[in-house]
């Protein structure tokens, strides 16, 4: 008897441990692919972010400090698009398996091989009219590749996280994006650049913008989103609608005066800053 019951004892803990050692491999898997859909994500942000940078630099804004940073943001996106094609150890990220995606993200590499020589140029002091229209033609293209590629790496999650959660990280991340597309979009109104028609695209992302916010905390069926029931995000939430209350009035005006377009460089990172904390919160 006592043979027995420790044979079933046996067999029980190892059918414990296989079980544990699956559910441990599932949560593995989610937080791969979350990474992936996040930092993917975060690639849309900096093609905007670097742009901005650039026509800061261009309006004579902080220009050594944005020039650093349009160094930095640019190195940031070349090492994250080698590391979600290849794997990144220190990003977290593993080497992409799918053939639709490797070929999307070519396509992305292409764009930016042509991309990066303009962000070079205005790193390095040459902020010319033509360098400055090439970019504004440029960084859209670039944007709506990369962000097909999220979107693929969303559906591609199906297997691992819930759709209602790889949409809520796609679109928590779109929504740092959109601080930086709004901004560049001002700016570009700002240089003269497209002014009407950014003022009708920047008066888009401002929308686009507040409905995302309002639909990760109650839900939008439009959008594919359920809201959240986390303490913790609703609070950080809550904390991007407080700056954004302040920003959207900047938006709203259009205020292309240097103090104007100063607030709206000191609001947008903070902004963009608390996004991302709530980004990294959905698992």
Excluded: H
């Amino acid at each position: 008897m006592r043979s027995y019951a420790l044979t079933k004892l046996s067999q029980f803990s190892m059918v414990f441990i296989c079980a544990l050692s699956l559910n441990t491999g599932v949560y593995a898997a989610d937080n791969v692919m979350g990474k992936m859909i996040n930092l993917a994500g975060k690639q849309r942000m900096l093609t905007q972010k670097m742009s901005k940078e650039a026509l800061l630099v261009a309006k004579g804004i902080d220009t050594a400090a944005n020039q650093a940073n349009l160094k930095k943001t640019a190195n940031l996106f070349d090492k994250t698009l080698k590391g979600l094609k290849n794997g990144d150890a220190d990003l977290g990220l593993v080497k992409t398996e799918n053939a639709d995606i490797i070929k999307q993200l070519d396509q992305v590499a292409a764009l930016w091989a042509n991309f990066k020589p303009l962000i070079d140029e205005i790193a390095g002091g040459n902020a010319k009219a033509e360098v400055l229209a090439k970019i504004a033609a440029g960084n859209v293209p670039l944007l709506k590749a990369m962000n097909k590629a999220v979107k693929m790496y969303e559906k591609s999650a199906g297997s691992t996280l819930s759709a209602e959660m790889a949409t809520a990280i796609n679109l928590a991340g779109k929504q740092r994006m959109l601080t930086q597309k709004m901004t560049k979009e001002l700016l570009l109104v700002a240089n003269n650049i497209a002014a009407e028609e950014n003022k009708a695209n920047l008066a888009k992302t401002t929308a686009l913008f507040s409905k995302t916010l309002t639909g990760l905390v109650k839900g939008d069926a439009d959008l594919g989103l359920v809201g959240t029931k986390s303490a913790d995000i609703l609070a950080q939430l809550a904390i991007v609608e407080k700056l954004w209350a302040e920003y959207k009035e900047v938006l709203a005006k259009v205020d292309t005066s240097t103090e104007g377009l100063q607030k709206a460089a000191n609001i947008n990172l903070p902004l963009l800053k608390e996004m991302n904390k709530a980004v990294g919160m959905y698992k």
